[in-house]
């Protein structure tokens, strides 16, 4: 699986399980279907379940005007995601999880999704990088 389609996979099984409550490998099996599982997608969902108050912490300062409470539900766990990425999937550019997370925001956020997350993202790579 490429990582791109893996992120999108890992996306749409972290909106199951936040928004629904789902069980995380339940969510991972609806995602797939009948293909096999992906590790870098499976790192991506139990990482960025596992460290959601961590990297909510880490995303909470950069979100000017808004809380966390007050994301749409999408724009939240693409920040998650991506934030776990930055933090943790050290043999990936960050540049390019940036790339990517704006990519899921315009295929899967509203109008404003992409202008966002890449704000917020470019605060959380600068703050990281140092």
């Known amino acids: 699986m490429k990582r791109r389609t893996a992120r999108e996979k890992a996306l749409q099984t972290l909106f199951q399980v936040y928004v629904s409550n789902t069980d ?13 599982p992906d590790l870098f997608m499976t790192n991506l969902v ?32 693409i920040l998650r995601m991506a934030v776990y990425e930055l933090k943790y999937e050290q043999d990936i550019p960050m540049n390019v999880t940036l790339d990517e997370a ?17 704000g917020v993202l470019s605060k959380i790579k600068k703050e990281l990088d140092n």
């Not at 909470?60 to 994301?71: A, N």
């Open 46 to 77: 139990k990482g960025t379940i596992e460290h959601e108050k961590e990297l909510d912490e880490l995303i909470t300062p950069h979100l000017i005007k808004w809380t966390m409470d007050r994301l749409a539900n999408i724009d939240k766990t």
């Open 102 to 118: 704006v990519e899921l925001a315009k295929a899967f956020g509203d109008d404003n999704s992409s202008k966002f997350i890449n």
């Open 24 to 36: 995380p490998s339940e969510a991972i099996e609806h995602v797939l279907e009948e293909q096999r």
